[in-house]
């Protein structure tokens, strides 16, 4: 979802670790909120992925409306966070969890890691996004799509076209150029593999789509596909298309990323370049809906709920694009100009029900792993 600053990783790795974000937006211990409640302000913490990041200006407006400072303890790609929050489910280690999403969610639901509650502001979501229905043991945040990026740089000086879809990756031309995340620990390794789940289906007896996903795989393993542990080390570490935060680049120029993982190579680049330097192979999407939910068992059940309003408020909706390079899901959010113009936009991206998800994905994620990893 993002690249980095010229020195520290930018936007959805902001930080690392546990980070206190308080009014002025940097590290800290309990300082005063200059609010009513006391010296201190009230602390309500947020466990997430490491790829949370939100303007300090607008948790500083979080503070000033409600008192209570965000702690943020960030736990790694988003289904390491997941697994930790059921591990300690009934003790966990914070308050509110943000990035469970609509691959992972049934994971969460059947393990009973959230309380119930309807955020103020749900009317204005649409309903195709709540996909927890009345029930509202998560609120719907954001919206992205997962495709494979590409090294505009590399190609042009190859004079080979990237590829644009799924097909085009099992072409000899593209072969030990790409790199995806563990679909068994990270949100964005599972949905590109869900992608092929969605174009290739369980198999059919004829046609370039005999052996289903499965065989698709198979062939993608043939062509030199690297697989790593999760977003930050693919995107940071192994493309050689990413701003980067070191001084060496990877050299594979496909990754797997985000549909709106190229304003954030503009955006952090100094000056701004008139074109991105990545690009985005559109026939190889697949749909990420993200989730919060007020944590069973969180010791500051008042000050989550109020995150979470806060969460699908306009103000922080419209923060989103341009610090997690994500879609708002509240209707009438703005999305900046650099956002949408640099931003690829994805007609039809893959999609799986989220009960076929549900009732198959372990299932998937093993079948994968034995095919690809092991």
């Known amino acids: ?54 303007s300090g200006s607008v948790l500083k407006e979080f ?30 280690q914070g308050d509110v969890f943000f990035g469970v999403d609509n691959t ?30 009345d029930k509202h043991r998560v609120t719907p945040v954001d919206t992205g799509d997962i ?10 000086d190859r004079k080979l076209a990237p590829p644009q879809s799924f097909d085009d990756l099992l072409k000899p031309a593209y072969k030990n150029l790409l790199v995806t995340e563990n ?38 393993k043939a062509n030199g596909v690297k697989v790593v542990s999760g977003w930050e080390q693919a995107y940071n570490e192994e493309f050689s298309g990413s701003a980067g935060g070191r001084k060496a680049k990877g050299d594979r120029p496909l990754v797997v990323s985000y549909a709106s993982s190229p304003p954030v190579e503009v955006l952090y680049s100094d000056p701004q370049p008139a074109e ?10 697949f749909r990420q809906i993200e989730f919060a939910g007020l944590l069973k068992g969180a010791k500051n059940e008042d000050g989550g709920k109020a995150l979470l309003d806060f969460m699908v408020s306009k103000k922080f909706q419209e923060d989103m694009p341009l610090n997690m390079f994500v879609n708002p899901v509240v209707e ?37 792993s034995s095919l690809v990893v092991k």
């Open 63 to 92: 503070t000033r409306e409600t008192g209570y400072t965000v702690k943020v303890l960030k736990s790694g790609d988003a289904g390491e966070a997941l697994n930790k929050e059921i591990l300690t489910k009934g003790s966990p």
């Open 183 to 220: 679909a068994a620990t990270s949100s964005p390794g599972l949905g590109f593999v869900l992608g092929t789940v969605a174009r290739y289906g369980e198999g059919s007896s004829q046609g370039a789509d005999a052996g289903g996903w499965q065989g698709y795989w198979k062939k993608l």
């Open 276 to 285: 991105a330097p990545t690009g985005v192979a559109t026939g190889t999407c």
């Open 104 to 133: 992972l969610l049934s994971r969460a639901l059947d393990n009973g890691l959230f309380t119930p509650y309807e955020a103020k502001g749900l009317a204005e979501i649409p309903r195709a996004v709540q996909l927890d229905g």
């Open 1 to 54: 979802m993002s690249t980095t600053r010229k020195i520290t990783v930018a936007a959805l790795a902001a930080a690392l670790g546990v980070t206190t974000l308080t009014a002025c937006g940097g590290e800290t211990k309990d300082s005063p909120s200059g609010g009513a409640e006391g010296p201190k302000a009230k602390t309500v913490t947020l466990v997430t992925h490491d790829s949370f990041a939100a």
């Open 332 to 368: 009438g959010a703005k999305l900046p100009e650099l956002f949408t113009r640099f931003g690829a936009v994805v007609d039809k991206p893959g999609t799986i029900a989220p009960d076929r998800i549900a009732d198959n994905r372990e299932q998937w994620i093993q079948s994968w």
């Open 147 to 156: 495709c494979v990026n590409y090294d505009k740089k590399y190609f042009a």
